[in-house]
Protein backbone atom coordinates (compact mmCIF):
# COMPACT_ATOMS: atom_id res chain seq x y z
CA UNK A 1 0.00 0.00 0.00
CA UNK A 2 0.75 3.44 -0.82
CA UNK A 3 0.53 5.92 2.18
CA UNK A 4 2.37 9.11 3.04
CA UNK A 5 3.01 11.42 6.17
CA UNK A 6 4.47 14.42 7.91
CA UNK A 7 7.74 14.65 8.01
CA UNK A 8 9.61 16.67 10.82
CA UNK A 9 12.72 18.85 10.29
CA UNK A 10 14.91 16.05 12.31
CA UNK A 11 13.29 13.66 9.98
CA UNK A 12 14.51 15.80 7.25
CA UNK A 13 18.16 15.50 8.39
CA UNK A 14 18.13 12.16 8.84
CA UNK A 15 16.60 11.21 5.58
CA UNK A 16 19.15 13.16 3.81
CA UNK A 17 22.34 11.71 5.54
CA UNK A 18 20.23 7.78 4.66
CA UNK A 19 19.93 8.90 1.10
CA UNK A 20 23.69 10.07 0.92
CA UNK A 21 25.19 6.91 2.03
CA UNK A 22 22.64 4.89 0.01
CA UNK A 23 24.07 7.39 -3.11
CA UNK A 24 27.50 7.46 -2.09
CA UNK A 25 27.93 3.82 -2.17
CA UNK A 26 28.32 3.54 -5.53
CA UNK A 27 26.59 -0.03 -5.83
CA UNK A 28 23.31 -1.77 -7.27
CA UNK A 29 19.36 -1.70 -8.19
CA UNK A 30 15.50 -1.62 -9.18
CA UNK A 31 9.87 -0.68 -8.82
CA UNK A 32 4.50 0.17 -11.13
CA UNK A 33 1.17 -3.49 -11.23
CA UNK A 34 -0.15 -6.23 -12.18
CA UNK A 35 -3.31 -7.79 -10.79
CA UNK A 36 -3.74 -11.59 -9.92
CA UNK A 37 -7.16 -13.10 -9.05
CA UNK A 38 -7.47 -13.16 -5.20
CA UNK A 39 -8.33 -16.08 -4.85
CA UNK A 40 -4.53 -17.71 -6.36
CA UNK A 41 -1.93 -18.17 -3.76
CA UNK A 42 2.04 -18.63 -3.68
CA UNK A 43 2.59 -21.18 -0.43
CA UNK A 44 5.65 -20.44 1.29
CA UNK A 45 7.40 -22.64 3.61
CA UNK A 46 9.62 -20.18 6.33
CA UNK A 47 12.50 -21.43 8.71
CA UNK A 48 14.07 -21.40 12.76
CA UNK A 49 11.20 -22.13 14.93
CA UNK A 50 9.13 -19.78 16.03
CA UNK A 51 6.47 -20.61 18.77
CA UNK A 52 3.27 -21.57 17.92
CA UNK A 53 0.35 -19.26 19.35
CA UNK A 54 -2.53 -21.93 18.68
CA UNK A 55 -1.94 -23.81 22.14
CA UNK A 56 0.27 -23.99 24.86
CA UNK A 57 0.27 -27.46 24.72
CA UNK A 58 1.87 -27.16 20.62
CA UNK A 59 5.50 -27.96 19.97
CA UNK A 60 7.90 -25.18 19.57
CA UNK A 61 8.57 -26.09 15.85
CA UNK A 62 4.72 -26.66 15.41
CA UNK A 63 4.14 -25.69 11.42
CA UNK A 64 1.98 -22.89 10.95
CA UNK A 65 -0.23 -21.28 8.66
CA UNK A 66 -0.83 -17.72 8.08
CA UNK A 67 -2.34 -15.83 5.00
CA UNK A 68 -0.91 -12.15 3.61
CA UNK A 69 -2.00 -9.38 1.68
CA UNK A 70 -0.31 -7.62 -0.15
CA UNK A 71 0.55 -6.21 -3.69
CA UNK A 72 2.07 -8.32 -5.50
CA UNK A 73 2.12 -6.74 -9.25
CA UNK A 74 5.12 -5.71 -10.66
CA UNK A 75 9.21 -5.71 -9.10
CA UNK A 76 8.20 -3.05 -6.94
CA UNK A 77 5.63 -5.33 -5.05
CA UNK A 78 6.74 -8.52 -5.92
CA UNK A 79 10.38 -8.82 -5.69
CA UNK A 80 10.19 -7.39 -1.91
CA UNK A 81 7.51 -10.11 -1.23
CA UNK A 82 9.46 -12.77 -2.90
CA UNK A 83 12.73 -11.91 -0.67
CA UNK A 84 11.19 -11.62 2.42
CA UNK A 85 9.48 -14.66 1.88
CA UNK A 86 12.34 -16.81 1.18
CA UNK A 87 14.48 -15.02 4.48
CA UNK A 88 11.07 -16.24 6.00
CA UNK A 89 11.92 -19.66 5.27
CA UNK A 90 15.14 -19.74 6.34
CA UNK A 91 14.82 -17.51 9.70
CA UNK A 92 11.01 -19.50 10.99
CA UNK A 93 10.70 -22.88 9.17
CA UNK A 94 7.77 -24.01 10.76
CA UNK A 95 5.56 -21.25 9.42
CA UNK A 96 4.35 -21.61 5.99
CA UNK A 97 2.79 -18.39 4.05
CA UNK A 98 0.05 -18.07 1.60
CA UNK A 99 -0.20 -14.66 -0.65
CA UNK A 100 -3.59 -13.41 -0.92
CA UNK A 101 -2.80 -10.85 -3.83
CA UNK A 102 -4.15 -7.20 -3.96
CA UNK A 103 -6.38 -5.94 -6.08
CA UNK A 104 -6.10 -2.68 -8.44
CA UNK A 105 -9.73 -1.99 -7.01
CA UNK A 106 -8.78 1.49 -5.03
CA UNK A 107 -8.78 -0.73 -1.95
CA UNK A 108 -12.30 -1.59 -1.88
CA UNK A 109 -12.10 -4.87 -1.05
CA UNK A 110 -9.84 -4.95 1.48
CA UNK A 111 -12.20 -1.78 3.03
CA UNK A 112 -15.19 -4.29 2.75
CA UNK A 113 -13.07 -7.18 4.56
CA UNK A 114 -11.76 -4.65 7.79
CA UNK A 115 -15.41 -4.04 8.39
CA UNK A 116 -16.72 -7.12 8.07
CA UNK A 117 -13.40 -8.59 9.97
CA UNK A 118 -13.33 -11.45 7.38
CA UNK A 119 -9.75 -11.04 6.58
CA UNK A 120 -6.43 -12.81 6.07
CA UNK A 121 -3.71 -13.06 9.00
CA UNK A 122 -1.34 -10.35 7.52
CA UNK A 123 -2.55 -7.45 6.13
CA UNK A 124 -0.29 -4.67 3.82
CA UNK A 125 -2.50 -1.37 4.42
CA UNK A 126 -2.72 2.44 4.96
CA UNK A 127 -3.87 4.92 7.27
CA UNK A 128 -7.19 5.20 5.67
CA UNK A 129 -7.49 1.26 5.49
CA UNK A 130 -6.29 0.44 8.95
CA UNK A 131 -9.12 3.02 10.30
CA UNK A 132 -11.35 0.93 9.22
CA UNK A 133 -10.24 -2.00 10.79
CA UNK A 134 -9.28 -0.31 14.27
CA UNK A 135 -13.15 1.32 14.14
CA UNK A 136 -14.52 -2.43 13.78
CA UNK A 137 -12.35 -3.81 16.18
CA UNK A 138 -10.78 -6.29 13.34
CA UNK A 139 -6.64 -5.90 13.58
CA UNK A 140 -5.19 -5.69 16.46
CA UNK A 141 -3.50 -2.97 18.54
CA UNK A 142 0.32 -3.58 18.36
CA UNK A 143 1.45 -1.37 21.12
CA UNK A 144 2.85 -3.77 23.58
CA UNK A 145 3.88 -6.46 21.46
CA UNK A 146 7.90 -6.97 21.87
CA UNK A 147 8.37 -6.47 17.94
CA UNK A 148 6.65 -2.95 18.50
CA UNK A 149 9.53 -2.16 21.36
CA UNK A 150 12.12 -3.05 19.22
CA UNK A 151 10.53 -1.30 15.92
CA UNK A 152 10.69 1.87 17.58
CA UNK A 153 14.51 1.47 18.26
CA UNK A 154 15.13 0.56 14.62
CA UNK A 155 13.25 3.80 12.98
CA UNK A 156 14.96 5.87 10.98
CA UNK A 157 14.30 9.37 12.36
CA UNK A 158 11.79 10.73 10.81
CA UNK A 159 9.57 7.76 10.19
CA UNK A 160 7.74 7.68 13.99
CA UNK A 161 4.70 9.13 12.34
CA UNK A 162 4.72 5.69 9.89
CA UNK A 163 4.49 3.56 12.63
CA UNK A 164 2.84 5.34 15.53
CA UNK A 165 -1.11 6.65 14.33
CA UNK A 166 -2.20 9.39 15.40
CA UNK A 167 -4.20 8.53 17.91
CA UNK A 168 -0.91 6.96 19.34
CA UNK A 169 -1.43 3.35 18.57
CA UNK A 170 0.36 1.23 16.75
CA UNK A 171 -1.88 -1.12 13.95
CA UNK A 172 1.45 -2.35 11.89
CA UNK A 173 4.88 -2.21 10.85
CA UNK A 174 5.79 -0.14 8.25
CA UNK A 175 8.40 -1.08 5.34
CA UNK A 176 8.99 2.45 3.49
CA UNK A 177 9.64 5.75 4.55
CA UNK A 178 8.20 8.89 3.71
CA UNK A 179 6.89 8.14 -0.52
CA UNK A 180 5.88 11.02 -2.74
CA UNK A 181 4.35 11.54 -5.98
CA UNK A 182 6.76 12.87 -9.06
CA UNK A 183 5.93 13.37 -12.37
CA UNK A 184 7.72 11.36 -15.33
CA UNK A 185 8.80 12.44 -18.76
CA UNK A 186 9.88 10.71 -21.91
CA UNK A 187 13.03 12.74 -23.07
CA UNK A 188 13.30 11.38 -26.33
CA UNK A 189 8.87 12.53 -26.82
CA UNK A 190 9.67 16.41 -25.43
CA UNK A 191 12.62 16.61 -27.71
CA UNK A 192 10.68 15.81 -30.40
CA UNK A 193 7.67 18.12 -29.92
CA UNK A 194 10.06 20.91 -28.92
CA UNK A 195 9.37 20.84 -25.35
CA UNK A 196 11.58 22.28 -22.63
CA UNK A 197 11.62 19.98 -19.52
CA UNK A 198 10.99 20.70 -16.54
CA UNK A 199 7.33 22.20 -17.24
CA UNK A 200 7.27 24.85 -14.60
CA UNK A 201 3.93 26.54 -15.41
CA UNK A 202 0.20 25.30 -15.54
CA UNK A 203 0.12 27.32 -19.39
CA UNK A 204 3.38 25.38 -20.00
CA UNK A 205 1.63 21.67 -19.16
CA UNK A 206 -1.84 23.01 -21.02
CA UNK A 207 0.92 23.88 -23.84
CA UNK A 208 2.67 20.82 -24.23
CA UNK A 209 -0.77 18.56 -23.91
CA UNK A 210 -2.14 20.18 -27.55
CA UNK A 211 1.57 19.61 -28.99
CA UNK A 212 1.68 16.14 -27.88
CA UNK A 213 -2.11 15.65 -29.01
CA UNK A 214 -1.25 17.38 -32.54
CA UNK A 215 1.24 14.19 -32.64
CA UNK A 216 -0.60 11.25 -31.76
CA UNK A 217 0.49 11.06 -28.41
CA UNK A 218 -1.07 11.25 -25.18
CA UNK A 219 0.20 13.77 -22.92
CA UNK A 220 0.25 12.33 -19.54
CA UNK A 221 -0.54 8.74 -18.75
CA UNK A 222 -2.59 8.11 -15.52
CA UNK A 223 -4.06 4.95 -14.30
CA UNK A 224 -7.44 6.59 -12.97
CA UNK A 225 -9.15 3.60 -12.40
CA UNK A 226 -7.84 3.44 -8.96
CA UNK A 227 -9.23 7.17 -7.38
CA UNK A 228 -6.04 7.50 -5.38
CA UNK A 229 -3.82 8.54 -8.08
CA UNK A 230 -6.18 11.32 -9.07
CA UNK A 231 -6.43 12.40 -5.54
CA UNK A 232 -2.51 12.14 -5.67
CA UNK A 233 -2.18 14.60 -8.57
CA UNK A 234 -4.62 17.37 -7.72
CA UNK A 235 -2.64 17.46 -3.86
CA UNK A 236 0.75 18.02 -6.12
CA UNK A 237 -0.86 21.45 -7.31
CA UNK A 238 -2.16 22.22 -4.62
CA UNK A 239 1.10 21.63 -2.54
CA UNK A 240 2.31 24.72 -4.84
CA UNK A 241 -0.03 26.99 -3.30
CA UNK A 242 -0.10 25.09 0.27
CA UNK A 243 2.59 22.94 1.56
CA UNK A 244 0.44 20.77 3.75
CA UNK A 245 -1.43 19.72 0.71
CA UNK A 246 -4.63 17.64 2.19
CA UNK A 247 -3.91 18.07 5.76
CA UNK A 248 -4.88 21.78 5.66
CA UNK A 249 -8.24 20.35 5.22
CA UNK A 250 -7.94 18.96 9.40
CA UNK A 251 -10.56 21.29 11.06
CA UNK A 252 -11.63 22.86 8.12
CA UNK A 253 -15.24 24.02 7.23
CA UNK A 254 -14.86 24.47 3.89
CA UNK A 255 -12.37 24.55 0.64
CA UNK A 256 -9.04 26.32 1.14
CA UNK A 257 -8.39 28.55 -1.73
CA UNK A 258 -5.52 26.32 -2.58
CA UNK A 259 -6.98 23.66 -3.30
CA UNK A 260 -9.86 25.35 -5.35
CA UNK A 261 -6.86 26.22 -7.74
CA UNK A 262 -5.79 23.38 -7.96
CA UNK A 263 -8.91 21.89 -8.61
CA UNK A 264 -9.19 24.64 -11.54
CA UNK A 265 -6.29 23.73 -13.17
CA UNK A 266 -6.94 19.59 -13.25
CA UNK A 267 -10.33 20.94 -14.60
CA UNK A 268 -8.21 23.36 -17.87
CA UNK A 269 -5.69 20.77 -17.93
CA UNK A 270 -8.15 18.20 -18.85
CA UNK A 271 -9.99 20.49 -21.26
CA UNK A 272 -6.48 20.70 -23.12
CA UNK A 273 -6.14 17.18 -23.55
CA UNK A 274 -3.52 16.44 -20.92
CA UNK A 275 -5.40 12.95 -20.06
CA UNK A 276 -7.03 10.44 -22.88
CA UNK A 277 -10.69 9.96 -23.09
CA UNK A 278 -10.80 6.49 -21.46
CA UNK A 279 -8.01 7.34 -18.15
CA UNK A 280 -10.39 6.85 -15.75
CA UNK A 281 -10.96 3.00 -16.64
CA UNK A 282 -7.16 2.31 -17.05
CA UNK A 283 -5.54 0.64 -14.54
CA UNK A 284 -1.81 0.88 -13.86
CA UNK A 285 -0.47 -1.95 -16.20
CA UNK A 286 -2.38 -0.14 -19.03
CA UNK A 287 -1.18 3.06 -18.00
CA UNK A 288 2.40 2.16 -17.16
CA UNK A 289 2.80 0.51 -20.92
CA UNK A 290 1.77 3.71 -22.58
CA UNK A 291 4.41 5.26 -21.22
CA UNK A 292 7.36 2.66 -21.81
CA UNK A 293 5.80 2.41 -25.26
CA UNK A 294 6.50 5.62 -26.34
CA UNK A 295 3.15 6.34 -26.99
CA UNK A 296 2.14 8.72 -23.61
CA UNK A 297 4.80 11.71 -22.82
CA UNK A 298 4.20 11.73 -19.00
CA UNK A 299 3.35 9.12 -16.12
CA UNK A 300 2.12 9.96 -13.14
CA UNK A 301 3.55 7.86 -9.78
CA UNK A 302 5.45 7.68 -6.80
CA UNK A 303 9.83 7.76 -6.67
CA UNK A 304 8.83 3.96 -6.50
CA UNK A 305 8.17 4.03 -10.11
CA UNK A 306 11.94 4.91 -10.94
CA UNK A 307 13.11 1.49 -11.02
CA UNK A 308 11.18 0.36 -13.52
CA UNK A 309 10.42 2.95 -15.82
CA UNK A 310 14.26 3.63 -15.92
CA UNK A 311 14.62 -0.29 -16.63
CA UNK A 312 11.30 0.20 -19.25
CA UNK A 313 13.05 3.39 -20.88
CA UNK A 314 16.46 3.62 -19.88
CA UNK A 315 18.13 7.13 -20.69
CA UNK A 316 14.73 8.30 -22.05
CA UNK A 317 13.11 8.57 -19.25
CA UNK A 318 13.49 11.59 -16.05
CA UNK A 319 11.50 12.91 -13.57
CA UNK A 320 9.99 16.40 -12.40
CA UNK A 321 8.37 18.12 -10.12
CA UNK A 322 4.49 19.60 -10.20
CA UNK A 323 4.17 22.65 -12.15
CA UNK A 324 3.20 25.84 -10.39
CA UNK A 325 0.54 29.09 -11.19
CA UNK A 326 3.95 30.99 -11.93
CA UNK A 327 7.56 30.39 -12.63
CA UNK A 328 8.16 32.37 -9.58
CA UNK A 329 5.62 30.21 -7.49
CA UNK A 330 7.39 26.76 -9.29
CA UNK A 331 10.59 27.81 -7.71
CA UNK A 332 9.86 28.40 -4.14
CA UNK A 333 7.59 25.52 -3.92
CA UNK A 334 9.10 22.67 -6.24
CA UNK A 335 10.70 20.76 -3.04
CA UNK A 336 7.60 21.05 -1.10
CA UNK A 337 6.91 17.20 -1.72
CA UNK A 338 3.88 15.79 -2.71
CA UNK A 339 3.88 12.67 -0.17
CA UNK A 340 2.40 12.41 3.01
CA UNK A 341 3.13 9.32 4.74
CA UNK A 342 0.90 8.32 7.45
CA UNK A 343 0.72 4.90 9.39
CA UNK A 344 1.09 1.77 7.24
CA UNK A 345 2.74 -1.89 6.80
CA UNK A 346 1.66 -5.00 8.23
CA UNK A 347 -1.00 -5.04 10.23
CA UNK A 348 -2.64 -8.12 11.93
CA UNK A 349 -6.08 -9.73 11.89
CA UNK A 350 -7.62 -9.68 15.56
CA UNK A 351 -9.68 -12.83 14.03
CA UNK A 352 -6.01 -14.90 12.93
CA UNK A 353 -5.54 -17.72 15.08
CA UNK A 354 -1.87 -17.62 15.48
CA UNK A 355 -1.50 -14.18 16.51
CA UNK A 356 1.99 -14.47 18.61
CA UNK A 357 3.36 -15.94 15.49
CA UNK A 358 1.61 -13.64 12.98
CA UNK A 359 2.50 -10.34 14.97
CA UNK A 360 6.58 -11.72 14.40
CA UNK A 361 6.13 -12.50 10.90
CA UNK A 362 4.24 -8.71 10.23
CA UNK A 363 7.55 -7.19 11.41
CA UNK A 364 9.44 -9.78 10.43
CA UNK A 365 8.01 -9.22 6.64
CA UNK A 366 8.34 -5.20 7.29
CA UNK A 367 12.29 -5.52 8.18
CA UNK A 368 12.75 -7.85 5.19
CA UNK A 369 10.76 -5.33 2.99
CA UNK A 370 12.95 -2.52 3.73
CA UNK A 371 16.00 -4.52 3.18
CA UNK A 372 15.06 -5.40 0.09
CA UNK A 373 14.50 -2.04 -1.06
CA UNK A 374 17.10 -0.88 0.31
CA UNK A 375 19.70 -3.67 -0.60
CA UNK A 376 18.36 -4.56 -3.99
CA UNK A 377 17.18 -1.40 -4.95
CA UNK A 378 19.23 1.27 -3.38
CA UNK A 379 16.05 3.59 -2.33
CA UNK A 380 17.01 5.44 0.71
CA UNK A 381 13.00 5.90 1.53
CA UNK A 382 12.63 2.73 3.91
CA UNK A 383 11.45 2.95 7.55
CA UNK A 384 14.03 1.25 9.25
CA UNK A 385 17.64 1.24 9.46
CA UNK A 386 19.28 -1.49 7.55
CA UNK A 387 22.74 -3.07 8.09
CA UNK A 388 23.35 -4.62 4.94
CA UNK A 389 25.30 -2.61 1.99
CA UNK A 390 23.58 -1.91 -1.27
CA UNK A 391 24.39 -4.55 -3.70
CA UNK A 392 22.48 -3.25 -6.27
CA UNK A 393 23.43 -0.87 -9.69
CA UNK A 394 21.52 2.27 -8.71
CA UNK A 395 19.62 3.81 -11.51
CA UNK A 396 20.43 7.35 -12.36
CA UNK A 397 17.45 9.01 -11.12
CA UNK A 398 17.45 7.17 -7.82
CA UNK A 399 20.80 9.14 -7.43
CA UNK A 400 19.41 11.96 -8.53
CA UNK A 401 16.81 11.72 -6.13
CA UNK A 402 19.37 11.50 -3.27
CA UNK A 403 21.50 13.62 -4.71
CA UNK A 404 19.52 16.71 -5.98
CA UNK A 405 15.97 16.58 -4.01
CA UNK A 406 15.95 14.75 -0.44
CA UNK A 407 18.68 17.03 0.46
CA UNK A 408 16.89 20.15 -0.46
CA UNK A 409 13.01 19.34 0.88
CA UNK A 410 11.86 22.08 2.13
CA UNK A 411 8.35 20.36 3.57
CA UNK A 412 6.09 16.83 2.67
CA UNK A 413 2.23 16.91 2.88
CA UNK A 414 0.20 16.32 6.35
CA UNK A 415 -2.12 13.67 6.90
CA UNK A 416 -5.94 14.33 5.89
CA UNK A 417 -7.40 12.45 9.11
CA UNK A 418 -11.22 12.22 8.24
CA UNK A 419 -11.84 9.27 6.13
CA UNK A 420 -15.13 10.56 4.56
CA UNK A 421 -13.38 13.87 3.34
CA UNK A 422 -10.85 11.58 2.11
CA UNK A 423 -13.61 9.11 0.22
CA UNK A 424 -15.17 12.59 -1.29
CA UNK A 425 -11.55 13.83 -2.74
CA UNK A 426 -11.24 10.12 -4.17
CA UNK A 427 -14.25 10.33 -5.65
CA UNK A 428 -14.26 13.78 -7.06
CA UNK A 429 -10.89 14.19 -8.24
CA UNK A 430 -11.61 11.10 -10.18
CA UNK A 431 -14.06 12.94 -11.56
CA UNK A 432 -12.23 15.48 -12.59
CA UNK A 433 -10.66 13.86 -15.38
CA UNK A 434 -13.21 13.17 -17.08
CA UNK A 435 -14.84 15.94 -19.52
CA UNK A 436 -17.87 18.00 -18.40
CA UNK A 437 -17.20 17.81 -14.55
CA UNK A 438 -16.04 21.19 -13.35
CA UNK A 439 -13.90 22.68 -10.19
CA UNK A 440 -17.23 24.17 -8.94
CA UNK A 441 -18.76 20.89 -8.95
CA UNK A 442 -16.09 19.50 -7.00
CA UNK A 443 -16.01 22.39 -4.21
CA UNK A 444 -19.51 22.02 -3.53
CA UNK A 445 -19.28 18.04 -3.11
CA UNK A 446 -16.21 18.62 -0.92
CA UNK A 447 -17.77 21.51 1.32
CA UNK A 448 -21.03 19.47 1.45
CA UNK A 449 -19.01 16.75 3.55
CA UNK A 450 -16.43 19.38 5.26
CA UNK A 451 -19.83 20.70 6.99
CA UNK A 452 -21.14 17.46 8.48
Known amino acids: MRDWTKLSSIGLASIMAVSLTACGTETKSDAGSKATPVTSTTPAAATTAAPAATTAAAPANAPIKLSIYTNHFDDDTSKPYDYAVAELKKEMPNIEVTLVPGLQDNGQKIKTQMATGDLPDIIDTNWDIMQIGSKSNNILTLDDAPETAQFKKDLNKGN ?11 YGYPYAGTEFIILYYNKKLFAEAGIEAPIKTI ?8 KFNAKGIIPLAIFSKEKWIGNALLQGFMTREEPKGYGALNGAAETPEALKLAAKQVEELQKAGLFAKNATQTNYDQASSLFYQGKAAMFVNGQWEIPSSQKNLGDNVEFMNFPAKDEATYEKAKFAMNGAGGPGGFAVSAKTKNKEAAIKVAAFMARKYAEYKYTQVGTPIVS ?4 KPITAQVPAMLSRLGKEVIPNITSFATVQNDTNVNLSIDVNSQNLIVAGFTANQFVTNLNKTLKK
Open 160 to 170: EAKLIAPDGHV
Open 384 to 387: IKVD
Open 203 to 210: DQLKDAAK
